[in-house]
């Protein structure tokens, strides 16, 4: 069957050299842009492609306030910092992520803690936070939600949308409040997907976005913070320009800052990306229902889109019998040259986290022994 799969997806992309699993796509006015930038002279962090690019996010999104940054981490990083995340705090998240997720929380000096994912999304269970929140946790007296068995104050909830396909973010939300919980969103994979009728990023008081090389968009190295909050939208966009106060001359900063602007370089090419991210969208996800037929037809499922929302399908996910067929998979594509991939070691496997408290794992270990990303650059592009 794996043989036959190599040749479908050569078919798919009408070639014989190797497929990489997401190449970026440049058809539109990237090169023009970024020679306007180079002419102009400012290709730092100062120049009206760093505007126009936040601004065309926040038309897209529908979110109020986009702040760039020099890539996601840094995003994720100072959404869970202006949340509170903090030494001796925690965050809960989910295991089945990119490092990216469970590194900013540590940059915080927060404690990631861990919960199981759902099957369907590929991310974060409500009911798992749940049965979490119920069973270790509580609110004290000044409002806030504690953890018994550590003792320390859970700030934030971070979930992420898994290889675009986003998360079930009403329950999440209706969790969260109740345990007076901030919900940050990780959308860092999901550009292009929506949860019921709100982009991915909308619904979170914080939430972060990539545009590295291989995401469905690229600025190179980029990322975004999002908010319809107008005070943090303006604390965010003031401690990634290190906290530095407006003048004419004079160099003076106001706090701990961080240098974690988007160069207008970079912005150029996110402008030129964001004027072609429909038809992106609208061939990934061509591209997924001919995996999904596929699959259909020869015994091997693909994750299709959860109910009431409409996916980017960053990357399409292969679902296999079991760990020695995912192997099997994996060796077969790649050495024809069609590149695949497992999903990442858990962060609750990896040494730096063993420490950290973890509910149930038994879906993020069932998925991880099964999971492969084929590849998924846009098929059709006009």
Same mark, same amino acid.
């Given at each position: 069957?794996?043989?036959?799969?190599?040749?479908?997806?050569?078919?798919?992309?009408?070639?014989?050299?190797?497929?990489?699993?997401?190449?970026?796509?440049?058809?539109?006015?990237?090169?023009?842009?970024?020679?306007?930038?180079?002419?102009?002279?400012?290709?730092?962090?100062?120049?009206?492609?760093?505007?126009?690019?936040?601004?065309?996010?926040?038309?897209?999104?529908?979110?109020?306030?986009?702040?760039?940054?020099?890539?996601?981490?840094?995003?994720?990083?100072?959404?869970?910092?202006?949340?509170?995340?903090?030494?001796?705090?925690?965050?809960?998240?989910?295991?089945?992520?990119?490092?990216?997720?469970?590194?900013?929380?540590?940059?915080?000096?927060?404690? !990631? $803690?861990?919960? *199981?994912?759902? #099957?369907?999304?590929?991310?974060?269970?409500?009911?798992? %936070?749940? =049965?979490?929140?119920? /069973?270790?946790?509580?609110?004290?007296?000044?409002?806030?939600?504690?953890?018994?068995?550590?003792?320390?104050?859970?700030?934030?909830?971070?979930?992420?949308?898994?290889?675009?396909? !986003? $998360?079930?973010? *009403?329950?999440? #939300?209706?969790?969260?409040?109740?345990?007076?919980?901030? %919900?940050? =969103?990780?959308?860092? /994979?999901?550009?292009?997907?929506?949860?019921?009728?709100?982009?991915?990023?909308?619904?979170?008081?914080?939430?972060?976005?990539?545009?590295?090389?291989?995401?469905?968009?690229?600025?190179?190295?980029?990322?975004?913070?999002?908010?319809?909050?107008?005070?943090?939208?303006?604390?965010?966009?003031?401690?990634?320009?290190?906290?530095?106060?407006?003048?004419?001359?004079?160099?003076?900063?106001?706090?701990?800052?961080?240098?974690?602007?988007?160069?207008?370089?970079?912005?150029?090419?996110?402008?030129?990306?964001?004027?072609?991210?429909?038809?992106?969208?609208?061939?990934?996800?061509?591209?997924?229902?001919?995996?999904?037929?596929?699959?259909?037809?020869?015994?091997?499922?693909?994750?299709?889109?959860?109910?009431?929302?409409?996916?980017?399908?960053?990357?399409?996910?292969?679902?296999?019998?079991?760990?020695?067929?995912?192997?099997?998979?994996?060796?077969?594509?790649?050495?024809?040259?069609?590149?695949?991939?497992?999903?990442?070691?858990?962060?609750?496997?990896?040494?730096?986290?063993?420490?950290?408290?973890?509910?149930?794992?038994?879906?993020?270990?069932?998925?991880?022994?099964?999971?492969?990303?084929?590849?998924?650059?846009?098929?059709?592009?006009?």
């Amino acid at each position: 069957m794996f043989e036959d799969f190599v040749n479908f997806v050569r078919d798919l992309y009408s070639t014989q050299e190797p497929i990489p699993l997401h190449a970026p796509q440049f058809h539109g006015n990237e090169k023009k842009y970024l020679i306007e930038t180079i002419e102009s002279t400012f290709v730092s962090s100062v120049g009206e492609f760093v505007d126009y690019f936040e601004s065309s996010v926040q038309n897209y999104t529908g979110i109020k306030y986009a702040i760039a940054t020099v890539n996601g981490t840094a995003a994720i990083h100072l959404a869970l910092k202006l949340s509170g995340a903090a030494r001796d705090t925690e965050v809960i998240t989910q295991s089945l992520t990119f490092v990216a997720t469970c590194n900013a929380i540590r940059y915080c000096e927060a404690n !990631p $803690v861990f919960v *199981d994912v759902e #099957k369907s999304t590929l991310g974060l269970s409500p009911q798992s %936070l749940q =049965e979490f929140l119920e /069973e270790y946790c509580e609110l004290r007296d000044d409002g806030f939600c504690w953890n018994k068995s550590t003792n320390r104050r859970i700030v934030a909830c971070l979930p992420m949308h898994t290889f675009g396909l !986003p $998360v079930q973010l *009403d329950e999440i #939300k209706h969790i969260c409040d109740r345990f007076n919980i901030e %919900l940050i =969103e990780d959308a860092s /994979e999901s550009m292009g997907s929506f949860y019921k009728e709100n982009h991915t990023g909308y619904i979170g008081k914080l939430s972060a976005m990539s545009f590295n090389g291989n995401k469905i968009i690229t600025t190179g190295g980029g990322g975004m913070i999002l908010t319809n909050d107008e005070e943090l939208a303006h604390t965010a966009k003031h401690i990634t320009t290190t906290a530095k106060i407006p003048h004419i001359w004079s160099f003076e900063h106001d706090q701990i800052g961080y240098n974690y602007r988007l160069p207008n370089l970079n912005a150029a090419l996110g402008v030129a990306q964001m004027e072609s991210l429909p038809i992106y969208v609208e061939s990934k996800r061509l591209l997924a229902r001919k995996y999904q037929d596929w699959g259909s037809e020869h015994g091997l499922i693909f994750v299709k889109e959860p109910s009431d929302t409409r996916s980017n399908y960053w990357l399409n996910v292969a679902i296999t019998e079991n760990e020695k067929s995912r192997d099997l998979m994996l060796k077969i594509t790649n050495n024809n040259k069609v590149m695949t991939r497992p999903t990442w070691t858990p962060m609750h496997k990896l040494a730096m986290n063993h420490d950290c408290q973890k509910g149930d794992m038994k879906n993020t270990e069932w998925l991880f022994s099964r999971i492969v990303n084929v590849p998924s650059s846009p098929i059709v592009v006009s």
